[in-house]
């Protein structure tokens, strides 16, 4: 995002960026992902995700009220 502090939509607080951790199989710590499109069951993984755009997920917390706000870049996770 940009270098210049963001402020909270809902407070005005200061966002301090992170992200939002998922844990797989034997406590594996991944960040989140933005996946495109609805999603596909599949039997042996959960999800389907052959040819689908993944994106990786930045989160801000507002350190005065909490609230979160995420986005998924341009850039491939």
Known sequence: MSTSPMT???CGGEMQEGF???RGDLEV???SVW???PPKKSLWLG???AG???LQISSFRCTECGFL???ARDEPA
């Open 47 to 49: 999800t389907k995700l």
């Open 69 to 71: 706000e995420s986005y």
């Open 35 to 37: 996946v495109s499109g």
């Open 8 to 10: 909270c939509p809902k």
């Open 52 to 54: 689908r755009e993944t």
């Open 20 to 22: 939002v951790l998922d």
């Open 29 to 31: 710590r991944h960040p």
